[in-house]
């Protein structure tokens, strides 16, 4: 149980496009979802938090208009990547809570590459 | 005060041997401790988590050990083995709360 798979797992575009990456909760309802950006051979960075049906909470440095967050149902969250350069290649991870509980479950992580 | 502290960055242990690796926390508000392993190209996966009512939890040949008093805690693994070999994170939060990760320690288990 408490299954997180991501979709896709590596995605290569071009400057200047968009890129929606998605989350899902695959065998329960996700209180909340996490997003995390993880740079080579670093830890984990929380980009921001959503719960369903509200606007996300972002970390500070994190640009809201560059990473849109939509939390539309308790298993599917997407994170969107609007006019992607290529600093924005990294390994990009969700995560979601089951109910209340503390723990968090990790997605496989997509990798994206920015032309 | 959010940071947790995490050491070695990296540990190379012979195979059989005990892995152990340090983190430091400093916010009392802390009350949930989980350790991830991340392969790589892979996400984070849960190997054991532990609670401050608690000084000491095993499962396998994971243990965590908790020291409330100097804000510490470690994981032990037993009994190392190749397949052990990843990067390994500390991680604290404070009830259903965002998690504070640690820096990471990269094992390399020598058969």
């Known amino acids: 149980g408490a299954v997180v798979s991501q979709h896709p797992s590596r995605v290569i575009c071009k400057s200047g496009t968009s890129v929606k990456i998605e989350c899902r909760s695959l065998?329960?309802?996700?209180?909340?979802m996490f997003w995390y950006r993880q740079f080579p051979k670093k830890s984990l960075m929380l980009m921001a938090t959503?719960?369903?049906?509200?606007?996300?909470?972002?970390e500070q440095g994190v640009e809201k208009d560059k990473f849109l967050i939509n939390h539309a149902s308790l298993t599917l969250s997407t994170l969107t990547v609007t006019s992607a350069h290529p600093e924005d290649s990294s390994f990009y991870i969700c995560?979601?809570?089951?109910?209340?509980?503390?723990?968090?479950?990790f997605g496989p992580g997509t990798r994206l590459l920015v032309l | 005060q959010q940071q947790v502290k995490q050491s070695p960055q990296s540990l190379i242990v012979q195979k059989g041997g005990i892995s152990i690796i340090n983190c430091a926390y400093e916010?009392?508000?802390?009350?949930?401790f989980p350790w991830y392993q991340q392969f790589p190209g892979k996400g984070p996966a849960l190997l054991i988590a532990i609670r401050p009512d608690v000084s000491e939890k095993k499962e396998g040949r994971f243990t965590i050990s908790f020291n409330k008093s100097a804000k510490q805690f470690s994981l032990h693994i037993m009994d190392s083995q190749p397949g052990d070999s990843a990067t390994y994170f500390c991680?604290?939060?404070?009830?259903?709360?965002?998690?504070?990760f640690g820096q990471g320690t990269r094992l390399t288990i020598n058969p």
């Open positions: 995560s979601a809570n089951q109910g209340y509980e503390e723990t968090q479950y």
């Open positions: 991680a604290a939060s404070a009830g259903a709360q965002k998690l504070v």
């Open positions: 959503s719960n369903e049906g509200s606007k996300a909470t972002y």
């Open positions: 916010n009392t508000a802390f009350d949930y």
């Open positions: 065998d329960f309802q996700a209180t909340t």
